[in-house]
């Protein structure tokens, strides 16, 4: 098993390194802040002082973060990943970032002899826990097989969608898909509740029919019992909607519906919404149906 180098340990980073860790690989970690560095230090990870730091301790390098500037900070900034790499290395990105990012930091690394897979996944805290997440991998094929035995400790499916970005475009795709999802799910319970029918019967009913989906059962329920912890922030996914629309500006390709639905999410920041699960988009259209 190779010495992995992890960095990043938020909602997603601290249950996929504590996976790896689980599964018997030597993990070295680093994180802004300190305290899911101490709690998998407890459970036999290393600890790194910094990007370059764990970079130089590891033979694969992964990295977990927020958007497109962390990366681009952890591994090509002052100290970084690029600093601490050597030929031979492999850097697999699980973050959500541009595609033109990742093909940017793939390029960077080449210089240095090391292979980069871009590995943005789907599914949620809840996924990343027990280690089902849906990942989509960009890069050369022979490194997604270097990586797919640690990938698939982490999820449930490990799909090679082409090269250098092309993970990042599946995942901007996967993105408009759920934001979509889940507007919808929030206006048809939203239009149940003001038409004085039961909006968890309605639900019940939907489970049973071709409107099924994990977001109709999962999120669903959390917009019935109106509980928004985050297992994904709204603000994130707007972030994601961003890449989204950005890369479709790239292409000119109109994501209208996709437009729309940034929109409904602004609309939720603005008030300060941004830590709220993402299924909290049903708080925009229950607020001006009540507002009547």
Partial sequence: ???????????????????????????????????????????GADTASSPRDAAERGEVVITMLPDSPDVE???????????????????VDMSTIAPTTSREIHQALEEKGVEAVDAPVSGGQPAAESGDLSIMA??????????????EVLGKSVTHIGPPGAGQVAKAANQVVVALTIQAVAEALTLARHAGVDAGKVREALLGGLAQSKILEMHGERMLSGEFEPGFRLSLHRKDLAIALDTAREEGVPLLATAQAAEVMNSLLARGDGDKDHAAMIEFYAERGDAR
């Fill in 138 to 151: 960009g890069g050369s094929a022979e490194a997604v097989e270097r990586a797919r035995p640690m990938l």
């Fill in 73 to 91: 900070a952890v591994v090509l900034g002052d100290d970084g990943v690029a600093a601490g790499v050597s030929e031979g290395m492999l850097y």
């Fill in 1 to 43: 098993m190779e010495t992995i180098a992890f960095i990043g340990l938020g909602i997603m980073g601290k249950p996929m390194a504590a996976n790896l860790l689980e599964a018997g690989h030597t993990v070295v970690v680093h994180n802004r802040s300190r305290e899911a560095v101490d709690e998998l230090a407890a459970a």
